[in-house]
T-cell receptor, first 115, second 113 residues
Framework: AQKVTQAQTEISVVEKEDVTLDCVYE???????LFWYKQPPSGELVFLIR??????QNEISGRYSWNFQKSTSSFNFTITASQVVDSAVYFC????????????FGKGTLLTVNP | DAEITQSPRHKITETGRQVTLACHQT?????MFWYRQDLGHGLRLIHY???????NKGEVSDGYSVSRSNTEDLPLTLESAASSQTSVYFC????????????FGPGTRLTVT
């Protein structure tokens, strides 16, 4: 069965610090997809990134970067030079073919960026 | 612009009442999903549909039902509301089932008293 673990329940940093959010997943499938979503205080869920199991290239988008490592079953998310607007709950999620492509979420990490 | 909407955004109801939460998307997506979000649990899948007249149970489907009569709508019904169903409910959709992201509605906060 698929499972996503976000061991960090809450993280607090000061603005301009770099911060990494950890995500560890479990799956028996060779074909699977990983996602990150952001939930700001306003409550909506915003899609950030999708990676598939065949593509281990790291991704960078502005201050955001993602490190996908199949060897450690991890898909970590780093925010460089954090800003107050980055304060949110961040969810990692996994979708595998063997589970009929249902999306399984981790429990989320609450990031607070203080000025 | 295409979008996904939920109504109502807030609802207070009494134990034992039937409640229906609406979800409407204008992307013409085949796939639609209902999740509930509770502190300490993240988001959990209630029901999902991969097309008209198709419905499937998720991990927390007891006490909930859905029906899909057209592409745009997937209403979620609580047959007899219980206090344990107090939660924030999110609807989502995606173009197909495979490796593609889901897009979420704004959520409905339901309180069962």
């Amino acid at each position: 069965a698929q499972k996503v673990t976000q061991a960090q329940t809450e993280i607090s940093v000061v603005e301009k610090e770099d911060v990494t959010l950890d995500c560890v997943y479990e799956t028996r499938d060779t074909t699977y997809y990983l996602f990150w979503y952001k939930q700001p205080p306003s409550g909506e869920l915003v899609f950030l990134i999708r990676r598939n199991s065949f593509d281990e290239q790291n991704e960078i988008s502005g201050r955001y970067s993602w490190n996908f490592q199949k060897s450690t079953s991890s898909f970590n998310f780093t925010i460089t030079a954090s800003q107050v607007v980055d304060s949110a709950v961040y969810f990692c999620a996994l979708k595998e073919r063997g589970s009929n492509y249902k999306l399984t979420f981790g429990k989320g990490t609450l990031l607070t960026v203080n000025p | 612009d295409a979008e996904i909407t939920q109504s109502p955004r807030h609802k207070i109801t009494e134990t034992g009442r039937q409640v229906t939460l609406a979800c409407h998307q204008t992307w013409n997506h085949n796939n639609m999903f209902w999740y509930r979000q509770d502190l300490g649990h993240g988001l959990r899948l209630i029901h999902y549909s991969y097309g008209v007249h198709d419905t499937n149970k998720g991990e927390v489907s007891d006490g909930y039902s859905v029906s899909r009569s057209n592409t745009e709508d997937l209403p979620l019904t609580l047959e007899s509301a219980a206090s344990s169903q107090t939660s924030v409910y999110f609807c989502a959709s995606s173009a197909w089932a495979g490796g593609i992201e889901q897009y979420f509605g704004p959520g409905t906060r339901l309180t069962v008293t």
